[in-house]
């Protein structure tokens, strides 16, 4: 659990001080470490929330959240077939 | 037979009623009118992390100068390289203003302002009173939209659609979204976005498409005259270096060749800019000091 939280920590700074697919690319990382790792969504709301414009124009204000909602379910859908979580990742 | 791996194979979680719930949830938020109340507290929680790091940044950088006694020689080098970088966008501009100012003379026979925002080593003044100089928070190099956070906000009596310059007068991009003490800047640069601007000698019209990282194209008859290092301006009332010809790239016998543009700012070295507000005020210049 505690590495959880160590992920959770340098994701914050990432999502800070880092090029936004660093900060992708630990959240991705977390998804596939961790059982229901949520983090991932709530990261990638605040992330279009934050940075994304407010309103639809040239840009989709939501790409990071529709984009890591399909990739969270993808990697769920990834670990429950392969199984990948119960035999590897679980501390 | 199946194997034992297959058979206690776990059923798919991925469908589980709380991953649904919890995606309705974050859509409901991104999608309805509330986003911008939870756009505008996100920014506001956001932000002290970011004066904190930008504080903490600082302080490890003057702690680790003080260890190599050359901390003078650092912070001369330092504002000696903002004054270059400024100094050679001043360069390129001045050749703008030069052929308008040229273009003017013939036919008005007006004389225009200086419009430069004046500068002294270590020190960043905007033209005018209604511009204020913002340092920024968030660079587009970091961001995936491709925007920048600005530190004025509502409090600055920053609006929507404010023009955003850097200090050598080279137009960045405009407001979109203005925040209590933060603004998000739209980078006419970002992908997709076009523009008219006016190109080269010729003054000729055309739309130019952002490319990201401050690269825009053009699409040009191939017999219209164009070379590297040609200007392209804004058509605003504040003539406005964007970008220059950086490539001119003609494929057979296409009738049209493609222009690339770059911009001279380094998107991913500036520190400060400036906005210019759409407010009238008697005021002098707040001038800033290039440092933290």
């Known amino acids: ?91 | 037979m199946k194997s034992p791996y297959l058979q206690n194979r776990n059923t798919p979680k991925w469908y589980r009623s709380w991953t649904f719930a919890i995606l309705a949830l974050v859509f409901a938020i991104v999608m309805s009118p509330a986003r911008i109340v939870t756009s505008r507290l996100a920014v506001l929680v956001v932000s002290p992390v970011w004066n904190v790091g930008q504080f903490a940044v600082h302080s490890a950088e003057s702690f680790v100068a003080g260890f190599k006694s050359n901390q003078a020689l650092l912070s001369e080098n330092r504002t000696l390289q903002t004054d270059a970088d400024l100094l050679r966008e001043r360069l390129r501009y001045l050749d703008v203003l030069q052929g308008e100012n040229n273009d003017l003379k013939s036919l008005l026979s007006r004389k225009r302002d200086t419009i430069f925002s004046s500068t002294t080593p270590g020190r960043l003044c905007p033209p005018t009173a209604s511009a204020i100089g913002a340092k920024i928070l968030l660079s587009p190099a970091q961001s995936y939209y491709a925007s920048m956070l600005v530190d004025v906000g509502e409090g600055d009596e920053v609006g929507r659609g404010d023009a955003v310059y850097s200090f050598g007068d080279i137009v960045l991009g405009t407001v979109s979204d203005v925040y209590p003490s933060t603004s998000r800047v739209v980078l006419y640069s970002a992908p997709k976005v076009s523009m008219s601007v006016s190109l080269g000698k010729a003054h000729l019209s055309v739309s130019a498409v952002g490319d990201g990282d401050g690269t825009f194209i053009a699409t040009l008859p191939k017999n219209v005259s164009i070379e590297v290092g040609d200007e392209a301006t804004v058509q605003a009332e504040k003539p406005a270096l964007l970008a220059l010809v950086e490539q001119i790239q003609t494929k057979g016998d296409a009738a049209f060749k493609t222009i690339y543009l770059k911009s001279p700012v380094s998107l991913r070295t500036l520190t400060w800019v400036y906005v210019d507000r759409q407010i009238s005020t008697d005021k002098t210049p707040t001038c800033l000091d290039d440092t933290y």
């Not at chain 1, 992920?7 to 900060?23: N, Y």
């Not at chain 1, 949520?38 to 929330?49: A, G």
């Not at chain 1, 639809?56 to 909602?69: E, K, Q």
């Not at chain 1, 399909?70 to 590897?88: D, Y």
């Open chain 1, 1 to 91: 659990m505690s590495r959880r939280y160590l992920l959770d920590f340098f994701i914050i700074i990432f999502f800070v001080f880092a090029p936004w697919w660093l900060c992708a690319a630990a959240l991705i990382y977390g998804a596939f470490a961790f059982p229901s790792y949520y983090e991932f969504l709530f990261f990638s709301v605040l992330y279009d929330l934050v940075y994304g414009p407010s309103s639809w124009g040239v840009h989709n204000p939501i790409a990071l959240t529709l984009g890591g909602a399909v990739v969270f379910l993808l990697i769920q859908l990834l670990k429950s077939n392969f199984n990948l979580h119960e035999k590897k990742f679980t501390r």
